[in-house]
């Protein structure tokens, strides 16, 4: 029996952590408890954060200031070219800075949304879905053709402000080429 009201309690006990803040003279201001996510903010924060890749979502850096930390830092396969896995953004200037750079692009009218989340106390996982229509740049199917692939992202909340500061992200950006026809014609 008491190993089962042991089990029972764990739930409660690890739906919070303490944050206390720390003092220089090693005391300790009173603890602060910091909730951890519920399943309705994991699905806000997925679905918002990965709104802004969609197309024209950012026009002003007051479009990420409510979704990501300034010092937020982003990892993905594409950004710094071909699967170099470095750094892709560091700083929500320079996320603003890629999210707004112009220049052709062969598709338009993108959208992005979580197809189902996963979230532990404060890292979110989510498989999202892009949809876009070609532009006819770089590609040989027409403008128009419907586009979608899949991916997945993991970022990290800052609980006490709800921002994201790191996000990890992986794409299946070859299925992207694929519909466009750019295997063999754009690109090997
Ligand atoms: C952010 O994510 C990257 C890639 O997963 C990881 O290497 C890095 O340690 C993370 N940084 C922080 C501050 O959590
Ligand atoms: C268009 O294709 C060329 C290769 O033919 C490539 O170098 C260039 O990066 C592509 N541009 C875009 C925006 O994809």
Redesign the pocket.
């Known amino acids: 029996m008491h190993a089962i009201h042991l089990l029972s309690a764990l739930p409660l006990l690890s739906s919070v952590v303490h944050a206390r803040a720390w003092f220089p003279w090693g005391a300790y201001a009173h603890p602060v408890t910091v909730k951890c996510l519920t399943d309705e903010q994991a699905q806000d924060l997925a679905t918002r954060y990965v709104s802004r890749y969609d197309t024209g979502a950012v026009t002003t850096l007051a479009d990420l200031t409510s979704i990501v930390t300034t010092d937020f ?1 982003s ?1 993905d396969e594409t950004a710094t070219g071909g699967y170099s896995n470095q750094p892709a953004t560091q700083g929500i200037q320079e996320f603003f800075d890629s999210l707004t750079a112009s220049g052709p692009s062969s598709f338009t009218n993108a959208v992005q949304y979580p197809l189902f989340v996963l979230h532990d106390c404060n890292t979110i996982s989510y498989r999202w879905q892009f949809e876009a229509y070609s532009t006819g740049y770089n590609a040989t199917v027409p403008a128009g053709k419907f586009l979608k692939f899949k991916g997945t992202d ?1 970022i ?1 909340i800052d609980l006490e402000k709800m921002l994201v ?4 992200s992986s794409g299946d950006w070859i299925n992207l080429a694929r519909e466009l026809g750019q295997i063999g014609n754009f690109f090997p």
């Open positions: 830092t990892y993991i990290s500061y790191n996000a990890t």
